[in-house]
């Protein structure tokens, strides 16, 4: 059990690790351009 979940957490960390600068950038954007945003 243990370590199908540590392989599982492992997967994500290597997908989301890579593309953290474009999760950020994304959220960036959307703030921006929401209605309810910053601007």
């Known amino acids: ?13 290597g997908m989301v690790i890579p593309n953290i600068g474009a999760f950020i950038a994304w959220g960036l954007i959307t703030a921006l351009y929401i209605p309810t945003g910053w601007l």
């Not at 540590?6 to 997967?11: F, H, L, P, S, T």
């Open 1 to 13: 059990m243990k370590e199908s979940i540590q392989r599982v957490g492992g997967a994500m960390s």
